[in-house]
T-cell receptor, first 117, second 111 residues
Framework: EAGVVQSPRYKIIEKKQPVAFWCNPI?????LYWYRQNLGQGPELLIR????????DSQLPKDRFSAERLKGVDSTLKIQPAELGDSAVYLC???????????????FGSGTRLTVV | QKEVEQNSGPLSVPEGAIASLNCTYS??????FFWYRQYSGKSPELIMS????GDKEDGRFTAQLNKASQYVSLLIRDSQPSDSATYLC???????????FGKGTLLTVNP
């Protein structure tokens, strides 16, 4: 079974430029998450999707960040314009509804390391 | 703000020793807890989950949960150099699938 696939793996852009990240979740996982991980910190949730609906985007900086999950499968996270402080690893994760035993564990993709210069 | 706190480390143990990683959480509504391992430059990998008070063992790993004390721990027995990584504690509450992560503890196992 393929895991969560993200691209690109690395991205270097100049400040004020736009950038987009793509995520393909595990087949059958209807919940998709975008997290941001700064150096030396734990991941922080940006947005959570249930199918195609964004059910928690309270931590998404909406002035410059946007996301979409058309058809409830792949998702794209966009930053426009990028700022120096956006340099981080952007992680996508997916999960299925918990079965018996309540397993909420996520599976993370390999992440996109963004450097804004 | 709901928080998950981890002892910042770094933690260094000799090969074969027991490594003890600790985590506290502020949200009494949190019900499920997870330990992730993250190698440098890699994404987090789920290694343990625990939902009930007490201990849960999986091979060399034991997770412990004490909801009254709002405390979660991970013990790694017979530590190996390959266990050297950052360990992230995370918790979630009820039907909310959102995981809140701690900052992580860097573990180094010395040969």
């Amino acid at each position: 079974e393929a895991g969560v696939v993200q691209s690109p793996r690395y991205k270097i852009i100049e400040k004020k430029q736009p950038v987009a990240f793509w995520c393909n979740p595990i087949s059958g996982h209807n919940t998709l998450y975008w997290y941001r991980q700064n150096l030396g910190q734990g991941p922080e949730l940006l947005i959570r999707y249930e199918n195609e609906e964004a059910v928690d985007d309270s931590q998404l900086p909406k002035d410059r960040f946007s996301a979409e999950r058309l058809k409830g499968v792949d998702s794209t996270l966009k930053i426009q314009p990028a700022e120096l402080g956006d340099s981080a690893v952007y992680l996508c994760a997916s999960s299925s509804p918990p079965g018996q035993g309540g397993n909420y564990g996520y599976t993370f993709g390999s992440g996109t390391r963004l450097t804004v210069v | 703000q709901k928080e998950v706190e981890q002892n910042s480390g770094p933690l260094s143990v000799p090969e074969g020793a027991i490594a003890s990683l600790n985590c506290t959480y502020s949200d009494r509504g949190s019900q499920s807890f997870f330990w992730y391992r993250q190698y440098s430059g890699k994404s987090p990998e789920l290694i343990m989950s625990i939902y009930s008070n007490g201990d849960k063992e999986d091979g060399r790993f034991t997770a412990q949960l004490n909801k009254a004390s709002q405390y979660v721990s991970l013990l790694i027995r017979d530590s190996q150099p390959s266990d050297s990584a950052t360990y992230l504690c995370a918790g979630t509450g009820g039907s909310n699938y959102k995981l809140t992560f701690g900052k992580g503890t860097l573990l180094t196992v010395n040969p």
